[in-house]
Antibody, heavy 118, light 106 residues
Framework: EVQLVESGGGLVQPGGSLRLSCAAS????????MNWVRQAPGKGLEWVSH????????YYADSVKGRFTISRDNDKNSLFLQMDSLRDEDTAVYYC???????????WGQGTLVTVSS | DIQMTQSPSTLSASVGDRVTITCRAS??????LAWYQQKPGKAPKLLIY???NLESGVPSRFSGSGSGTEFTLTISSLQPDDFATYYC????????FGQGTKVEIK
């Protein structure tokens, strides 16, 4: 069974940093691209970042470019999102999601809440 | 950036109704469109990929159509489990989601 479990969320002050993790199991993690998608409270979905299976291709939404860094460790079946210079507007539930062979997100984690507030 | 516009924002319907949600892209995305269902407090669930392909395990009452800039998600006979928020997503150029359509009980 495919499972994605996020961790690392919490309360952080503006300007602070946080590192999110996503532990993957039930599939060959090194064969799949992965995304981070977030959802602010009561709002819609926003794509944050993409990393290809081998980490050769990485993309970011303009809203996080230069502040967030996506990475992965295929040996440990883990995906990461390093978030620096956090702003109030980064407050959201952050989901990791697997890209299917058809390139849509076919499996999602349960999400981890990041709250940026003083 | 490609913008995705969904309509309506809210839809009131009854069990058994045929429901249609529309998604419009600001430029052609070929068939690189997905539909997701999300319930409160839960992660989104993939329903349709590449505009018209039903994800494994998704009931056949869900269908998708369209290409280019105009797309639709149709639920042929609304069931109690279908009351949720639906999002379209383009993945032709990075990703952009529509603003969502909440399907409510009439």
């Amino acid at each position: 069974e495919v499972q994605l479990v996020e961790s690392g969320g919490g309360l952080v002050q503006p300007g602070g940093s946080l590192r999110l993790s996503c532990a993957a199991s039930g599939f060959t993690f090194s064969s799949y691209g992965m995304n981070w998608v977030r959802q602010a409270p009561g709002k819609g979905l926003e794509w944050v970042s993409h990393i290809s299976s081998s980490s050769s291709s990485i993309y970011y939404a303009d809203s996080v470019k230069g502040r967030f860094t996506i990475s992965r460790d295929n040996d440990k079946n883990s995906l990461f999102l390093q978030m620096d210079s956090l702003r109030d507007e980064d407050t959201a539930v952050y989901y990791c999601a697997r890209l299917s062979t058809a390139a849509a997100e076919d499996y999602w984690g349960q999400g981890t809440l990041v709250t940026v507030s003083s | 950036d490609i913008q995705m516009t969904q309509s309506p924002s809210t839809l009131s319907a009854s069990v058994g109704d045929r429901v249609t949600i529309t998604c419009r892209a600001s430029q052609s995305i070929s068939s690189w469109l997905a539909w997701y269902q999300q319930k409160p407090g839960k992660a989104p669930k993939l329903l349709i990929y590449k505009a018209s392909n039903l994800e494994s395990g998704v009931p056949s009452r869900f269908s998708g159509s369209g290409s280019g800039t105009e797309f639709t998600l149709t639920i042929s006979s609304l069931q109690p489990d279908d009351f949720a928020t639906y999002y379209c997503q383009q993945y032709s150029n990075y990703r952009t989601f529509g603003q969502g359509t909440k399907v409510e009980i009439k």
